[in-house]
């Protein structure tokens, strides 16, 4: 890692400890670090003898199944207690507001938190804290650089990221109604926000925005070192091939742990940021999830945390993963999910955020929800694209005139199957699902 100032980034040692063992409880697996050994990268004498290894070491695209993680790990209850300490209550962490809800298909009453301010009392905008991270990998004789200026572009991914409408305001339309706040407009996550509670929130500045910590992103150098880590090459969007990086999930969370223990406060979120890069899970044909988001206990409090890539110059999961879609997805499920059922302490405890069982739409090709890991608010889930519903992503011009594009978020309503209260009477932000969710319990 790098030691980041205030304004910008130095050199510094790098965090080469990891614990063996349990370090938390992750969105969809356990977080083991584990310390490896390294592995020798190809001796490449010049930017030809890279072209020709990309050449000859190509992706099968075929092979993969590109999706994102949705459900807390396979830890007993014993072991989640180990991970989650003795924290009291959430302790220190980023605003959110508690509710519950019952269910008219099942009558039971859920508790469930989200980010922000209750928008039935006094709705207004409430300001989130976030620390932006670029993550600059080295493997395989090659540097995955999100601060360079990409080959079909003329800004860098971090350049055309942290100016995306996630994070500047911009004008939104959920399902014919205008949800963007006046004047200035409203940010993507927030836009979806207000539609979520239309009824409840329209006439009113409320929103979740957020605010970034620095003026500059931190860059962190980050070396992997898992022996099945490799670099393939993709076709990019000008008639070239570029590398894609494969790397292990554990290591990786353990070093997004890393940085949010250096850079970060566990009232702010470290959102960090991969450029044309993908992970396995445990053997590289488990292969690919291109973000995720959770949450830990550590003695500071709760730590949110999510980590994404920016596909800009390939089409190696089809345009409809492309610039902002995977954040999208992964900022809309943190601002409504954002104790992934793996925080002790969290209001409901580990059942926070659970719904009734849905299913067979976007990524879930079967029913979400059994006796032990129960069906969750994972609103990017049912709608991810090219996937079960074949749903795509939608274009919003950004800073500067570029075309970003976003994935359809699915509104409260939906999961718990109560009358729709968001804008236009849908059940999703641009109006894929109808009204009052599922009909039937998925089983």
């Known amino acids: 890692m790098t030691e980041a100032t205030r304004d910008g980034v130095r050199s510094g040692a790098a965090n080469k400890t990891r614990v063996q063992g349990l370090a938390a409880a992750c969105a969809g697996l356990v977080c083991a670090a584990v310390a490896t050994a390294s592995i020798a990268a190809p001796a490449f004498s010049s930017e030809a003898a890279k072209a020709a290894y990309l050449q000859q070491h190509r992706l099968n695209v075929r092979a993969l199944h590109p999706h994102y993680l949705s459900k807390p790990p396979h830890v007993n209850g014993a072991l989640r207690r180990m991970a989650n300490g003795a924290q009291p209550g959430t302790g220190l962490t980023i605003p959110f507001w508690t509710s519950q809800i019952t269910s008219p298909l099942d009558g039971n009453t859920y508790t469930y938190s989200m980010v922000g301010s209750n928008p039935y009392s006094n709705p207004h905008n409430t300001n989130v804290s976030y620390v932006p991270v670029v993550l600059r990998i080295h493997v395989g004789g090659f540097v995955l650089d999100p601060t360079q200026v990409s080959h079909c572009d003329t800004q860098s991914p971090a350049t055309r990221f942290f100016n995306s409408p996630l994070f500047v305001a911009n004008s939104f339309t959920s399902n014919g109604v205008n949800v963007s706040a006046v004047p200035g407009g409203t940010q993507l996550i927030s836009a979806f926000q207000r539609a979520n509670y239309w009824n409840a929130v329209k006439g009113s500045h409320y929103g979740v925005t957020l605010v970034s910590a620095l003026t500059k992103p931190i860059v962190v150098d980050w070396t992997p070192t898992n022996p099945s880590d490799t670099v393939l090459g993709v076709s990019d969007n000008c008639g070239g091939t570029v590398p894609i990086a494969l790397v292990e999930i554990n290591e990786l969370d353990a070093e997004l742990q890393a940085i949010a223990a250096a850079y970060a406060q566990p009232a702010q979120i470290p959102v960090t940021l991969v450029e044309d890069a993908a992970v396995y899970i445990g053997t590289t044909d488990q292969c690919c999830v291109l973000g995720y988001h959770n949450a830990i206990s550590t003695i500071h409090g709760t730590q949110t945390y999510a980590v994404g890539a920016y ?133």
């Open 311 to 443: 596909y800009d110059t390939n089409n190696v999961f089809g345009p409809d993963f492309a610039d902002i879609t995977i954040w999208s997805h992964e900022l809309g499920e943190l601002i409504d999910d954002p104790f992934v059922q793996s925080i002790a302490g969290a209001p409901g405890g580990y059942n926070n955020g659970v719904t009734p069982n849905w299913g067979y739409t976007g990524q879930d090709f079967g029913c979400q929800g059994d006796s032990q890991y129960p069906a969750n608010l994972e609103d990017g889930d049912p709608l991810t694209p090219d996937q079960m519903g074949n749903f795509h992503n939608y274009p919003v011009v950004g800073v500067g005139g570029f075309v970003y594009h976003f994935q359809d978020l699915a509104f409260h309503d939906w999961f718990y199957r109560t009358a729709s209260t968001s804008a236009g009477g849908k059940g999703s932000f641009m109006g894929n699902f109808a009204g009052g969710g599922q009909p039937t319990i998925c089983q």
